[in-house]
C-alpha cells in the first residue's frame, strides 16, 4: 500500500488534448504524441500518481495494464472539467474496511468533519489583510458555530448550521467581488465556475487517494447515500475546500481570475477553452502546497475507521 514517503515523490499531472492525440505507454514510461506522431509530452511511470486528461485521446490497452502495474490512475474529464471515468490503480478486496463502513450509521463522523470545515472557513477569513468589522464579525460567527458543533447534534441540525456557516463565510471570503451567492453546478457567473473547477481538481485527487486504500467512495458519513454520487469523497474534501476559495478570492485580486476569461452558452457561464491551462496551474498550485497534508489527512482517516477510534480521535486537516 502507498505510504507517506511515496506519495511526496508522485506526480499528478494534467494534460489538455487536441484532436488525434495518443497515449501510449514504452519503456516504462506514459508518452503523448500529437496525429503526426511527434512526441508531445513524456514521463516516467514510476513517478505517476493520477493523469487527468481533459478532452477526447486515443488510450492504448497496454496503458491501462502499466497504470495498475505502476499503480497510477488515468482520470478521463471532457473540456468542462466533469469526469466521466476513471480507469486503473485501486485496491479491491479490502473487505473488512468495507463491512465497517456499511455498518456505520451514527452522525458523530460527519458533524466533526464539518466542524474541521467551518473551522477552516474561520482560519481563512483570518487570513485575509486589512479586516474590516464586517469580516470580524464573521470570523466570531464562525468560531461560535465550531462551539456550536462540540454538542450531539441531529443531522438536520447540522445541516442548518453548515447552510448557516456558508452565508456567513462566501459573502465574505468573495468582498472583492459582486457576490451573488454559491450556486453549485448552476454556473451563474464565472466566479462559482472557477470555484466548481478547483473543487473538481481537489474532487479527484481525494477520490484517487481513498481508492488507494480500498474505500467504498459511494458510501458516506455524512452526505446521504445517493445514486452514482461518490458521498465520501464529498465528505472528505470537505475541510479541504477553503483552499481553493482563497486561492480563487487571491487570483481574483492578482488579475489572473478574470470575467473576460469566460463565455456565457445557453445562459451558463463557462471559461474559454485556451484559458484551461493558466486555470489549471494557479488552482493545481494551491491544492499541491497541501499535497502531503492531504495525503496524511486520509491515511490517518483510514487508520481511524479501521480501528474504530472514538470520534474524538478523528484526524484534522489543518490551513495554515
Partial sequence: MLNANDFKKKQIVFLFTNEGDKLSFLNDNIIVKNKEGGIKYQSTCYRLFMICVVGNISITSGLIQRSKKF???I???????????????????????RKHQYEY???????????????????????????????KEGIELLDKMVVQLEQQLEYLEVMGIEG?????????????????????????????????IGYTMLFNIVDA???????????????????????LVCDLMEPIRPVVDYQVRKSINLGQCKENDFEVINNR????????????QFLMNAILEYKDDIFLYIQQYYRFFMKRKSVSEIPVFIIH
Wanted: proline share 2%; aromatic share 14%.
Fill in 71 to 73: 499503480g497510477f490512475s
Fill in 75 to 97: 482520470c478521463l474529464m471532457t473540456t468542462t472539467f466533469k469526469v466521466y471515468e476513471i480507469l486503473g490503480a485501486r485496491m479491491e478486496g479490502n473487505t473488512l474496511l
Fill in 269 to 280: 457561464w463557462c471559461l474559454k477553452y485556451k484559458s484551461n491551462p493558466q486555470y489549471i
Fill in 209 to 231: 487517494i481513498l481508492q488507494v486504500y480500498g474505500f467504498d467512495t459511494y458510501y458516506g458519513v455524512f452526505h446521504k447515500c445517493f445514486y452514482m454520487r461518490k458521498s
Fill in 105 to 135: 450509521t451514527e452522525n458523530d463522523i460527519g458533524r466533526k468533519i464539518e466542524q474541521n470545515k467551518i473551522k477552516n472557513q474561520s482560519q481563512i477569513l483570518k487570513n485575509i489583510r486589512g479586516k474590516n468589522q464586517i469580516m
Fill in 164 to 196: 448557516n456557516a456558508a452565508r456567513v463565510y462566501f459573502s465574505r471570503v468573495f468582498d472583492n467581488v459582486d457576490w451573488k451567492g454559491r450556486k453549485p453546478r448552476i454556473k451563474n457567473d464565472y466566479v462559482n465556475v472557477t470555484l466548481d
